[in-house]
């Protein structure tokens, strides 16, 4: 079993469309989550990060933590064809090693 | 404040030869890690090193890769006698000395293709 699991996709909305994204891992020693925006062919980026359960919003995304259920969510609203991109979870132990999920491929449609 | 760099963008490699990744953290950060990207698949640790010192390096294949972080100059990521399942792209990251664990900030990566 992967430590992460994310479905790859592709996933395929209108413009428009609320996104969301998700993640499970196995393994309660991870305690900070991030989501990483990857454009083809270039470095990810980091888009949300946080480190307790519960929401976080930032604009137009929102990062949910649920600890217990082990699973993570990013959710973003109103998408644009500028947030097609892939994807990634990852997530950090205390040891500053991180681990991606596979990475979601997303395109907003115009 | 230039980001990480990574260089080159691209390496061609015949079997059996050497490939040498180079990655410039961004200024002031003394923390490096190198990941390995394969098509369709997420981002995979390999290595995670400060200055002269590797810290975790459970990821690297215990075989012909090997990677330093040296007192002055870039981090190297070697792999020697490269075979085609070592074709992938190969990202660096850096953070700040002391920083949260959140702070990984990724450069453009190496493609490196082993023909």
């Known amino acids: 079993q992967k430590e992460v699991e994310q479905d790859p996709g592709p996933l395929s909305v209108p413009e428009g469309a609320i996104v969301s994204l998700n993640c499970t891992y196995s393994?309660?020693?991870?305690?900070?989550f991030m989501w990483y925006r990857q454009y083809s062919r270039k470095g990810p980026e980091l888009l949300m990060y946080t480190y307790s359960s519960g929401n976080k919003e930032d604009g137009r995304f929102t990062a949910q933590v649920d600890k217990s259920s082990k699973y993570i969510s990013l959710f973003i609203r109103d998408s644009q064809p500028s947030d097609s991109a892939t994807y990634l979870c990852?997530?950090?132990?205390?040891?500053?090693?991180?681990?991606f999920g596979a990475g979601t491929r997303l395109t907003v449609k115009p | 404040n230039a980001g990480v760099m990574q260089n080159p963008r691209h390496l061609v490699r015949r079997r059996g030869q050497e490939a040498r990744l180079r990655c410039s953290p961004m200024?002031?950060?003394?923390?490096v890690y190198w990941y390995r990207q394969l098509p369709e698949e997420g981002l995979k640790f390999m290595v995670y090193?400060?200055?002269?010192?590797?810290?975790?390096e459970s990821g690297m294949p215990k075989e012909r890769f090997s990677a330093e972080f040296p007192k002055e100059g870039p981090s190297i990521l070697r792999i020697q006698q490269v075979v085609r399942g070592d074709s992938a792209a190969y990202f660096c990251?850096?953070?700040?000395?002391?920083?949260?664990?959140?702070?990984?900030?990724f450069g453009p990566g190496t493609r490196l293709t082993v023909l």
């Open positions: 393994n309660s020693a991870f305690q900070y």
């Open positions: 990852a997530m950090i132990r205390n040891n500053n090693d991180m681990r």
């Open positions: 200024k002031g950060h003394s923390h």
């Open positions: 990251a850096s953070s700040p000395p002391g920083g949260a664990s959140d702070t990984q900030y």
């Open positions: 090193l400060q200055k002269e010192n590797i810290i975790d």
